[in-house]
């Protein structure tokens, strides 16, 4: 446990996962060509730090 | 954030999830099947049939048409589509205009021959009963309206679920999960965790369920508002048709449709007293060829009776944020793998609704320190 963090330091990482997602389903809309792959990935990201967890168990 | 805040936050974010819960998990529920509806109709009933006369030249759209009307004496016509990849025409008709949609029949015909293309039939009832439930709970637009409700409730839930995730996490890192402590813990990092990464998906996706769920309003104020004078010019019109006089060329009318919109293509024809049209007129609407504008749909209106066009008719801002909140909604414009992870988006969020369940059910520890 750590002390207090501030509430930018809180949302770094969520605001981070957050814009790839909403960039990646915009990206997916206007899809042209290879540009559908980077869509995925971006919106498909937010489910990074999930895989995680069973990985570190 | 002061404590009093946080009860305050905590008491919104309580009640506007269990107020919703129970319609999240059955909307989340339902809409897994639908998300690979395409992929669950293409494997139940795999593609046998072959155009009749596949170098044949396609027959006109009033051919189609009356092939539709014939197969169904004393119907009237109310939509006609395209399939992008066979040559296919289908015919929505109906025994009257204004029917329900659960009253309309759906045929597909052979564009090189006018003969009917078998149905895809196996599944179908329970995709569509699926869908229904999905839609409107099989309550038409009470139900849909209601749902719109529910996924108002649960935006509030998620704005509420950000602003306490600070209070949550001010001693944690991010993605922390507390292992050690007692199974609520775990789960309460847990439903934190879920809940934050997919805050953007699922904001996205309630949102546009919201805008989905206000379709029939929004066409109704698309008619009242923009098509008002085309329908008080043409009451005469109408009621000409009505009286069964002839119908104007549709081939004409979708050529000269197409011609007055060059940079688009043909999506469907709404036929006069449909939802999407006004009583007197076929509206051919017509949508981008680029990937955003192929959401995008312009009607172009030509009257039934004497075939003159009438002109375009761009959708106001509140059709369009309905058409693009079509595939936002359904995640279904970016091929297999954006479905794949729409699913997976989808069970993270069933794990969020149930997490949270748990944890209201499960007795609250003593000491609030120890959350």
Known sequence: ???????????????????????????????????DLLAIVCVGACLFPIVMIFFKR | MQAKTVKAWSFIHKWTSLACTVFLLMLCLTGLPLIFHDEIDAALNPPSWQPENPSAARLSFDQILNAALNEHKGAVPLYMSFDIDRPVVNVTTGPWVGVPDTQMTFRSFDATSGTVVPAADRGETVMEFIYQLHVDMLLGLPGMLFLGFVGFLFVLAIVSGVVLYAPFMKRLDFAAVRSTGSTRLKWLDLHNLLGIVTTAWVLVVGLTGIINTLETPILEAWKAQDLKDLIAENQATAAAQRQGLPRASLDAAIRQAVAAVPNMTLQFVAFPGSSYSTSAHYAIFLHGKTPVTQHIVTPVLVNAATGDFVGLREMPWYSKALSLSRPLHFGDYAGLPLKLIWAALDIVTIIVLGSGLYLWLCKRPSNPRSR
């Open chain 1, 1 to 35: 446990m750590k002390g207090p963090r501030p509430a930018w330091r809180i949302f770094a990482k969520p605001s981070v996962y957050a814009t790839l997602c909403l960039f990646g389903l915009v990206l997916a809309l206007v899809k042209d060509g290879p540009t």
